[in-house]
């Protein structure tokens, strides 16, 4: 990130500064430090701790006055700060007069890191984001939206004074849409239940059969093996090769039970998620839309500090909890 760096002041009086006339100089040009100070050297800033404005601290955090080099530099780094941010407004304002709107953002986010006290360069980055207030699509995004409801007052203001009747009306519609899809969804993915979890049974007792089978041919060659070396005829021999023969193609068995119970499984978890059939996905969809454009809307809340998948949870109970609620004063009235 840039530095807003003098030539260096601890070489040098800096032009047309007090330093540069009242002070006297030391060696080599060197201003003369009053008599036991110590030349302190303070850590330059750079980026969004970098001076913004032109009242300059005359003190430092822990209350040490800052000597006239020091803020004569911070002066001048303001002035500079101040100077690119004006320049990068200019290009963000010309790209987005001509409807160049993502380049115009990455000018309004540049111009922000050095200072945007009036929000001037948030306005811009929301402006150029739902170009021009004419598209709010980017609040379908979990990110967006979450950057969104924590924007500074002009800029949500900004948006939801053009978007937010059209917004409540898409949630409005998403709502009555969901409902009925819901319990749809929700009954196919009990009658799928019941299949799967059939399924999945059958070849897990199948499984247990192999894998004792297995387990038994295993144990027989072991010990008819154990015999090759205790007797000397023919048998042993003849017993462990049968026997690890059965024992291998019991293995097979076990492999394709194993395999064949891996997947009827995978079918059990995939049938409780939704996205795995068309009607879920939509469901799915309309439901995130509801959330991230209520979150758009009502700004902050009670969710912003959790995860987002504990958010999400938490969204759709306040959810369903609002339509029990819907249902309960219908019923009542």
């Known amino acids: 990130m840039k530095e807003f760096l003098t030539d260096d002041p601890w070489d040098k009086a800096l032009p047309g500064s007090p330093l540069a006339s009242d002070s ?56 500079r700060a101040k100077e690119e941010r004006r320049k990068l407004l200019q290009n963000a304002d010309a790209r987005y007069k001509k409807g160049d709107f993502a380049e115009a953002e990455s000018f309004y986010r540049q111009a922000a890191i050095y200072g945007d006290e009036k929000g001037e360069a948030e306005e811009g980055v929301w402006a150029s984001r739902t170009r021009g207030y004419t598209d709010y699509s980017c609040l379908y995004e979990e990110k967006t939206a979450r950057e969104f409801s924590v924007a500074g007052d002009r800029a949500r ?62 144990v027989a060659c072991g010990v008819s093996g154990y015999f090759i070396l205790r007797s000397k005829g023919a048998a042993a021999p003849i017993l462990t090769g049968v026997f690890g023969l059965l024992d291998f193609a019991a293995f097979v068995g076990l492999a394709v039970y194993a395999a064949r119970l891996y997947f009827a499984q995978r079918y059990v978890m995939r049938n409780e998620r939704h996205a795995s059939t068309d009607d879920g996905a939509r469901l799915d969809l309309l439901t995130t839309r509801i959330r991230l454009l ?23 109970e306040a959810y369903e909890e609002s339509l029990e609620a819907d249902e309960t004063d219908g019923s009542a009235d």
Do not use: H, W
């Open 24 to 79: 006297p100089a030391g060696p080599a040009g060197e201003t003369a430090l009053p008599e036991g100070e110590d030349p302190v050297r303070e850590p330059q800033e750079t980026g969004s701790d970098a001076p913004m404005s032109e009242n300059v601290a005359n003190e430092t955090n822990d209350g040490q006055e800052l000597s006239p080099r020091e803020l004569e530099r911070r002066r001048r780094a303001a002035e």
């Open 157 to 218: 203001a900004d948006v939801l004074g053009k978007f937010r009747g059209e917004m409540e009306e898409e949630i409005a519609a998403c709502r009555e849409e969901a409902e009925p899809l819901e319990a749809q969804v929700e009954a196919e993915t009990a009658t799928r239940r019941e299949a799967f979890a059939a399924n999945r049974n059958y070849y897990f007792v199948r499984f247990c059969i192999a894998f004792a089978i297995f387990a038994l041919f295993a």
């Open 294 to 316: 209520t979150l758009a809307i009502e700004g902050a809340g009670e969710y912003d500090d959790v995860p987002a998948e504990e958010a999400e949870e938490a969204y759709e």
